[in-house]
């Protein structure tokens, strides 16, 4: 059941990046590169995944195991966060990247 929700959750960073170079286009007003709205949309994946990691960190640290019984070590949630927040990263950078590229 929880494989359904994949697409959606590797679609809210793309839409991350993607809203926060719209924001930073509109309160600049003047168009922005592919490197610097890559940058932008990154920054708002890796912040974005970064505080929402936070609680499933906190749940790990209490011993509630966030993921079930499979990834029930602490050290296996890391992982699992830090993989989680360096594709968070790319993905926005990705929506960034294609908002500058199609929106100019």
């Given at each position: 059941?929880?494989?359904?929700?994949?697409?959606v959750i590797c679609l809210l960073p793309v839409l991350a990046g993607a809203l926060a170079v719209i924001v930073f286009e509109?309160?600049?007003?003047?168009?922005?590169?592919?490197?610097?709205?890559?940058?932008?949309g990154a920054l708002a994946g890796f912040f974005g995944s970064f505080?929402?990691?936070?609680?499933?960190?906190?749940?790990?640290?209490?011993?509630?195991?966030?993921f079930g019984e499979t990834l029930s070590s602490t050290l296996m949630v890391a992982l699992v966060l830090f993989i989680t927040i360096g594709l968070d990263t790319m993905l926005a950078a990705i929506g960034g990247v294609l908002v500058v590229k199609f929106a100019s």
């Open positions: 059941m929880p494989i359904m929700f994949v697409p509109k309160l600049r007003k003047a168009p922005l590169g592919i490197k610097r709205g890559a940058l932008i505080v929402s990691s936070v609680p499933i960190i906190a749940l790990a640290i209490l011993n509630m195991n966030p």
